[in-house]
């Protein structure tokens, strides 16, 4: 799971789907079968997303986040907690593929970005797709970006006290390791060994501002050393290996404490539908 600081991570990119046998073992685990949906769930994450952004374009759907490019990140990861069984996640509001693929339907999401009757979580009395879905082990997505985190940490403080098994997954962008509730919240949870993975989908850009000019270091994975706990980068577009990586993870958190995942990804789509990227990439 781990690479060592300055060296990208190998995989490979053919498709092990296409060579095993039908629900083989492709990682511990998972099996032909399950790639094949994970993939399926990828394409319709991707379809749904772009009819949101070709939606709020003709003045039907207001603003949204775009979560292409983090597909194989969110499903990857979701797969490994599913798989878990006794996983409670915390995502960050550019996590459509996390939410769908969990099991919110295509026509829910149209709901939800439409402000129609029926939306699942409040009626559309707030913004898409914030809410909880607990039948899915899915916690109130935070729009204040770090927010979640500490709500997290809080979370899974009160596993511990209950010591109940519970591992937690905490999703955010590279932006909110800028904001103090990120250094408050992992620096609690090396305190107190909380059963708590703490997932960063960096897609190098915090709205407009480049990774270069957020930190000097290369990973932000290099940081959970200064909180007591392990770090590692992964490959944010290779699916199996965040599987692995989370299920990995998951093991660790549980047995041993916090884990740090550095997801590194691509952001395809502006910041958000009303953002112009033009003006800061080329």
Same mark, same amino acid.
């Given at each position: 799971?781990?690479?060592?600081?300055?060296?990208?991570?190998?995989?490979?990119?053919?498709?092990?789907?296409?060579?095993?046998?039908?629900?083989?073992?492709?990682?511990?685990?998972?099996?032909?079968?399950?790639?094949?949906?994970?993939?399926?769930?990828?394409?319709?994450?991707?379809?749904?997303?772009?009819?949101?952004?070709?939606?709020?374009?003709?003045?039907?759907?207001?603003?949204?986040?775009?979560?292409?490019?983090?597909?194989?990140?969110?499903?990857?990861? $979701?797969?490994? &907690?599913?798989?878990?069984? %006794?996983?409670?996640?915390?995502?960050?509001?550019?996590?459509? *593929? #996390?939410?769908? +693929?969990?099991?919110?339907?295509?026509?829910?999401?149209?709901?939800?970005?439409?402000?129609?009757?029926?939306?699942?979580?409040?009626?559309?009395?707030?913004?898409? $797709?914030?809410? &909880?879905?607990?039948?899915? %082990?899915?916690?109130?997505?935070?729009?204040?970006?770090?927010? *979640? #985190?500490?709500? +997290?940490?809080?979370?899974?403080?009160?596993?511990?006290?209950?010591?109940?098994?519970?591992?937690?997954?905490?999703?955010?962008?590279?932006?909110?390791?800028?904001?103090?509730?990120?250094?408050?919240?992992?620096?609690?949870?090396?305190?107190?060994?909380?059963?708590?993975?703490?997932?960063?989908?960096?897609?190098?850009?915090?709205?407009?501002?480049?990774?270069?000019?957020?930190?000097?270091?290369?990973?932000?994975?290099?940081?959970?050393?200064?909180?007591?706990?392990?770090?590692?980068?992964?490959?944010?577009?290779?699916?199996?290996?965040?599987?692995?990586?989370?299920?990995?993870?998951?093991?660790?958190?549980?047995?041993?404490?916090?884990?740090?995942?550095?997801?590194?990804?691509?952001?395809?789509?502006?910041?958000?539908?009303?953002?112009?990227?033009?003006?800061?990439?080329?």
């Amino acid at each position: 799971m781990a690479r060592k600081r300055g060296t990208r991570p190998k995989s490979d990119r053919s498709s092990a789907a296409a060579t095993a046998e039908p629900h083989s073992s492709i990682a511990e685990g998972i099996t032909s079968g399950d790639l094949v949906d994970a993939y399926k769930k990828m394409v319709l994450v991707r379809t749904v997303d772009e009819r949101i952004w070709a939606l709020n374009r003709q003045g039907k759907v207001p603003i949204a986040a775009s979560c292409q490019g983090h597909e194989a990140a969110q499903i990857g990861s $979701l797969l490994a &907690a599913q798989k878990d069984g %006794n996983c409670f996640l915390f995502p960050y509001y550019r996590d459509l *593929g #996390l939410k769908l +693929a969990a099991g919110l339907t295509a026509t829910q999401v149209m709901l939800s970005f439409m402000g129609k009757e029926g939306e699942p979580y409040s009626n559309a009395r707030q913004f898409p $797709l914030q809410g &909880a879905d607990l039948n899915h %082990n899915i916690i109130q997505i935070s729009n204040v970006v770090g927010a *979640g #985190l500490t709500q +997290a940490v809080g979370y899974a403080l009160g596993c511990k006290m209950e010591q109940d098994g519970t591992v937690v997954l905490t999703y955010f962008g590279d932006g909110a390791t800028s904001q103090g509730e990120t250094h408050e919240a992992m620096n609690f949870a090396g305190v107190h060994n909380l059963s708590i993975v703490f997932i960063c989908e960096n897609n190098h850009y915090a709205i407009s501002v480049p990774q270069s000019r957020q930190f000097a270091i290369e990973d932000i994975a290099s940081r959970a050393a200064g909180y007591g706990f392990p770090g590692f980068v992964i490959d944010g577009l290779d699916l199996p290996q965040c599987y692995e990586a989370t299920r990995e993870a998951i093991g660790h958190a549980r047995r041993q404490g916090p884990v740090l995942l550095e997801m590194k990804l691509e952001r395809m789509m502006p910041h958000t539908t009303d953002d112009d990227d033009r003006r800061y990439r080329s």
